[in-house]
Structure formats: structure tokens, C-alpha cells
């Protein structure tokens, strides 16, 4: 049996390919599975109204491929968000919600990030903290109903950018399927900004990690920067997950266009399990 699994953020991959196009890219790059990403863009968010016969073409795609979708990412809910007091945006995010765990379901896929923003576009209040809390609230039920786990993906802004404040709503849900999902990228930068240490902070989530999403970054630089190239301690933060019973991880990059975007897909698997290979030796 496998020690650890790692997962691959589907837009590091070229997007004009076809589901088992990517698939096969994972596989071909040294990855055990593929992490949905359901999107803004209406293309991403139309998967979540997927027929009952598109989702059986997906699995078998899957088992085709030899490679499953195992994980999601529902970053829709940056536009949607959930505390968002525009009831037209937030009942969006709602349903977008609700099916993107309902198609987890159906699918197979074992975990669902959610981005912890109560807003995006806008300014955070006692009331968008509310609704947040109300519909994450509802999002563990659905979870709950549905054997799903959700993790809160520890974000950029200063509503949620640590480990220590996402424990605050895991504390407030109260369930079994609502924790957290950090971005080893975010926390580090989190951690330079606010001057106190990524370890501690990762720490604060003893028994609540479901994953980790392994991204480069830079101080005040969260997206797009090369694996190694950033000031993200790898070896560290792996090794504090892998204590504290974390055995899933996603590499989460971009394909922007460059030419070696799937050179860049296989270093960052055999980066990321150069570390975590060494972990079983502990």
C-alpha cells in the first residue's frame, strides 16, 4: 500500500486537452490522481450540472486513463462567495456549493476545497461573517449527508491566510466533514507578513488536515511562481504535515501559456516526492 498520495491541480494542464488528455499527462508525470478545479469561468461551473450519463462517461474516462479525480477544488466560490450580502451572488455560490459536493458524490471524489473567503469582492463585516458561517454551516450538512469531506483552503487576505484562523470555523461548524485544506504557499506568506512561524501555525490544525496543496510563492506573491524558485521551506512544511498524519497532497501550478508547461507538471511531482519519499524513513 501506498504511503502517500499526490495529486495534480488540473490547470497546470494545457486546458484545450480532453478530460482523458489530462489524465493521461498525470500519469504520465508520476501523479496518483487529478484535482477538479470548478472554476468562475461558466465552462468550469457547467460540470456541476453534469447529466447522469456525463458522469458515467467521466468515471469510465477515469478507469480508461488509469488515473482517477480525486479531489476538487471549487475556487468558483471567490466570485460567489458565500458571505457575499448580495443575495443573487450568494444563492449562486450556494447552488454552486451544493452540486460541486453532489457531483464529488457521484464521481468518487473523497475531498472538496473550499476557499475560506466570506467575501472577495468587497469589504468583510460582522454580517458577511454571518452568512459565511450560515452556509459553510449547511455545506458540512450536504457534506455530512453525503460522505464528502470539505477543508478550507487557507487563502491570501486577512479573513483566512492561516491554519489558526480557518480553526476558528472548524471549531464553529462542529463536524466531522468540515476541516481544513491549507496552501502551503499562502501559509508561508502569511507567516513572513505577520512575523510568526508556518510550523506553529500548521500545527494549530493537529487532527483538522485532510491535504495540502504544495504552491510556490514569494512575499506578496501567491500565484505563478516555478517550484523552487520562491521561498516556500518544502522540506519543513511537509515534514510538520506528514507528523501531524497528513498523507495527501496536491502540487498546485499554472499552465500560462509556456511551452513547457508539462516539463514543469513532471518536475514538480519529482520535486515534491524527492521530500516526501524521505518522510517514510522517519
Given amino acids: 500500500m501506498k504511503a502517500y498520495e499526490i495529486g495534480l491541480y488540473e490547470k497546470a494542464v494545457r486546458n484545450s486537452l480532453s478530460w482523458k488528455e489530462k489524465l493521461i499527462c498525470a500519469r504520465e508525470c508520476g501523479y496518483d490522481y487529478l484535482e477538479m478545479c470548478i472554476d468562475a469561468s461558466e465552462e468550469r461551473i457547467q460540470r456541476v450540472y453534469m447529466s447522469t450519463s456525463e458522469r458515467f462517461e467521466l468515471l469510465k474516462t477515469m478507469n480508461e486513463a488509469a488515473l482517477p479525480i480525486r479531489s476538487m477544488s471549487v475556487s468558483a466560490l471567490t466570485k460567489y462567495a458565500l458571505g457575499d450580502p448580495d443575495p443573487e451572488i450568494r444563492n449562486r455560490g450556494v447552488e454552486i456549493m451544493e452540486k460541486s459536493i453532489e457531483l464529488a458524490a457521484d464521481l468518487g471524489i473523497r475531498t472538496v476545497m473550499l476557499p475560506g473567503y466570506d467575501i472577495y469582492y468587497g469589504e468583510s463585516s460582522v454580517e458577511t461573517k454571518r452568512l459565511f458561517l450560515e452556509n459553510i454551516t449547511h455545506a458540512a450538512e450536504a457534506g455530512e449527508r453525503l460522505g464528502v469531506l470539505l477543508g478550507f483552503e487557507t487563502m491570501e487576505n486577512e479573513f483566512m491566510n492561516t491554519v489558526g484562523k480557518a480553526m476558528k470555523y472548524v471549531s464553529l461548524v462542529n463536524s466531522t466533514y468540515m476541516k481544513i485544506y491549507p496552501d502551503a504557499g499562502n501559509i508561508t506568506n502569511a507567516a513572513v507578513l505577520h512575523k510568526h512561524d508556518a510550523m506553529e501555525d ?35 512544511i511537509i515534514q510538520t504535515a506528514w507528523s501531524l498524519g497528513v498523507r495527501r497532497f496536491v502540487t498546485e501550478l499554472w499552465d500560462v501559456g509556456q511551452d513547457t508547461w508539462k516539463e514543469d507538471v513532471c518536475f514538480a511531482n519529482r520535486s515534491m516526492r524527492k521530500i516526501l519519499d524521505k518522510q517514510q524513513q522517519y
Fill in 202 to 236: 500548521l500545527t494549530l490544525g493537529r487532527g483538522n488536515l485532510i491535504s495540502l496543496h504544495l504552491k510556490e510563492t514569494k512575499p506578496g506573491i501567491f500565484r505563478e511562481v516555478p517550484f523552487l524558485e520562491g521561498h516556500v521551506d518544502f522540506e519543513k
